[in-house]
């Protein structure tokens, strides 16, 4: 049973291209975040849905908007794609608004050409 | 700016040895000290968590010791295993008081390699 699922696992695309990352979590859980990892793997928050309501937006280019249809499920949409977006995505949920233990899903590395 | 400043970037230790990740804060506001355990091509999980009323916590071979007054937090993983080689993160937690939504800011890593 996969808790946090994240689709696609990889994603090799072009400077300019849109693209979109796709995260289902299946714990019942209240809370879903983006992260961003770099190269040298620091993990920053990107996003904070709770509800479906945007709760944290970090300062982050606005062509990356998230999108919440329900509950457990966080799209990131990415909008004309830059060699500096490259990196690893990561999906997070957590129950009662983020006080709880978050769970990870695999991950996305995105690689911009 | 970076909340949480962790050390070592990397560490190689020797099977059977003592691993040490060291990491220290300045923000008073935060209520909850997690470790998570990263293995490649994998999502970071969480490994061991401490709260700040508690000086350690020990689950199996992993104790986080916590200092208040020294704003400073380490993990310890005795008994090294080869299994044990990742990249660990420390965190912190504040409530923001506006949403009330837990937010974890993140160490930068340490990748701990296990020699056999």
């Known amino acids: 049973d996969t808790a946090v699922s994240q689709t696609p696992k990889y994603l090799v695309t072009q400077m300019g291209n849109d693209k979109s990352i796709k995260c289902e979590q299946n714990?019942?859980?209240?809370?879903m975040y983006w992260y961003k990892q770099d190269s040298k793997k620091f993990l920053k928050i990107m996003f904070s849905?709770?509800?479906?309501?945007?709760?944290i937006n970090e300062t982050v280019p606005n062509r990356f908007s998230p999108k919440s249809p329900d509950k457990a499920h966080l799209n990131l949409h990415i909008n004309s794609l830059e060699l500096g977006d490259s990196a690893v995505y990561f999906c997070?949920?957590?129950?009662?608004?983020?006080?709880?233990?978050?769970?990870f899903g695999p991950g996305t590395r995105l690689t911009v050409t | 700016q970076q909340q949480v400043k962790q050390s070592p970037q990397s560490l190689i230790v020797q099977k059977g040895g003592i691993s040490i990740i060291n990491c220290a804060y300045e923000n008073t506001a935060f209520d909850y000290f997690p470790w998570y355990q990263q293995f490649p091509g994998k999502g970071p999980a969480l490994l061991i968590a401490?709260?700040?009323?508690?000086s350690e916590k020990k689950e199996g071979r992993f104790t986080i010791s916590f200092n208040k007054s020294a704003k400073q937090f380490s993990l310890h993983i005795m008994d090294s295993q080869p299994g044990d080689s990742a990249t660990y993160f420390c965190?912190?937690?504040?409530?923001?008081?506006?949403?009330?939504?837990?937010?974890?800011?993140f160490g930068r890593g340490t990748q701990l390699t296990v020699w056999p």
């Open positions: 849905y709770n509800n479906k309501e945007l709760i």
């Open positions: 997070a949920s957590s129950q009662d608004r983020g006080i709880d233990e978050q769970y």
């Open positions: 965190a912190a937690r504040t409530v923001d008081r506006g949403s009330t939504l837990g937010r974890l800011y």
């Open positions: 401490i709260r700040p009323d508690v």
């Open positions: 714990l019942g859980h209240d809370t």
